[in-house]
């Protein structure tokens, strides 16, 4: 028998699922199609890799199961990765919502992960495209260069989000090929696009703006940004999580201000129009635009306060109908995946198939953005290296 384990997949979660083990005295191959590993983990936050967020817990999770992530979050938590980053000497610094960025480059996660696999004597092999698949007793691997076996696999070779970088559906294929059920996967953390008379936020494209977004009663106070196709920007891509064809997308442009703001304007500044009050509060053109499609043209003290509040109201819940996102060709990253119900929580191995474990983004389990994702790569490689 060649080795103990072979993992597919030389991500973020495979490489930290390969080091535990391989440190545990397990014999690990790493297979990675690409012909270098983490390419997802270089780009990431901007090249510098926003690797854990300190808040990270179940509720930032999106799963058929919403508990099924509890064990393995609970068991390697973000304070743990921390240690570990900064055992190598990496500086880092924490962003709005507690992101944790590298202050260098995403690079230095990729080397210390690897530097963990050389401590576990892990073999990784690049460029090596997977043919076949197969268990009998064990499981037989073989690739354009040869053949491998192992009782254990471990199946970390993402989602479909971002084609470009080599992503496929590979991981679902497999877990079909051994009676393992797939929720739909959809993209997630993606621009959404608009159509028919919301295209005139067109014309502001490249404005942003502090809101909350809300789609399916989830909510995330953050910047939204108007593109060319659509809306974009932290608070939308996060709801787009939650959002499905043909749901509304609401957004508060007025988050920080008081209920009846507009009365209240009214009484201490009569003369003041929409117009001038909005830009002192958002872009000029943003302000511009609502208040245009607002239609308030007269001062304040003219409006009846019917009319304040009606405007009011719909500041507050701007109700945009997208018809469609930009796909998985920009998502960051995928919502559903290998069941979490074909998988023990603890050990991340498939209850039907012993020694056949799934891990990180090929799981029906997906974060939030800012850091969450990877802080499920990590919990879940390690839940799976340990049980190997």
Request: hydrophobic content about 40%; overall charge neutral.
């Amino acid at each position: 028998m060649d080795y103990d384990a072979i993992i597919l997949g030389g991500g973020a979660a495979g490489l930290m699922c390969a080091a535990r083990a391989g440190q545990r005295g397990k014999r690990v191959l790493v297979l990675e199609r690409a012909e270098k590993p983490g390419k997802k983990i270089l780009i990431s936050g901007g090249g510098r890799c926003n690797f854990t967020n300190v808040h990270a817990g179940p509720a930032n999770y999106l799963s058929a199961n919403p508990h099924f992530a509890k064990s393995a979050l609970a068991r390697y938590t973000p304070h743990n990765f921390l240690e570990l980053v900064e055992r190598y000497g990496i500086a880092w610094h924490e962003k709005t919502l507690g992101q944790l960025f590298c202050d260098g480059s995403a690079l230095q996660i990729l080397d210390m992960l690897l530097a963990e696999c050389v401590k576990g004597d892990v073999e990784l092999r690049c460029g090596e495209e997977v043919a076949s698949v197969a268990h009998e007793g064990t499981y037989a691997i073989t690739t354009q260069t040869g053949a491998y076996s192992a009782p254990a696999l471990v199946i970390a070779t993402g989602g479909p989000s971002i084609p470009k970088m080599g992503a496929t559906g590979f991981a679902y294929d497999l877990a079909r090929q051994f009676g393992m059920k797939v929720v739909e996967p959809r993209p997630a953390l993606v621009p959404l696009t608009l159509g028919g008379d919301e295209v005139l936020f067109r014309e502001i494209s490249g404005v942003s703006a502090p809101v909350v977004a809300s789609a399916n009663k989830t909510s995330f106070a953050e910047a939204a940004l108007f593109t060319h196709r659509g809306l974009s920007g932290p608070a939308i891509l996060q709801v787009s999580s939650y959002w499905r064809p043909g749901d509304p997308v609401t957004v508060n442009f007025l988050p920080t201000e008081p209920v009846d703001w507009l009365l209240e304007s009214k009484r201490d500044t009569p003369r003041a129009a929409l117009r001038p009050l909005l830009r002192e509060r958002l872009p000029d053109r943003l302000a511009d635009i609502l208040a245009d499609k607002l239609g308030l043209a007269m001062e304040l003290g003219n409006a009846p306060d019917k009319a304040l509040r009606a405007a009011e109201d719909q500041l507050r819940h701007w109700t945009f109908h997208p018809n469609g996102s930009e796909g998985f060709a920009k998502a960051e990253v995928t919502v559903g995946g290998i069941s979490t119900a074909e998988l023990s929580s603890k050990t991340m191995e498939s209850k039907k198939n012993p020694g056949l474990y799934a891990i990180g983004e090929a799981v029906d389990v997906t974060g939030w953005l800012g850091g969450y994702n990877f802080q499920w790569a990590w919990a879940s490689g390690v839940a799976a290296g340990e049980s190997i």
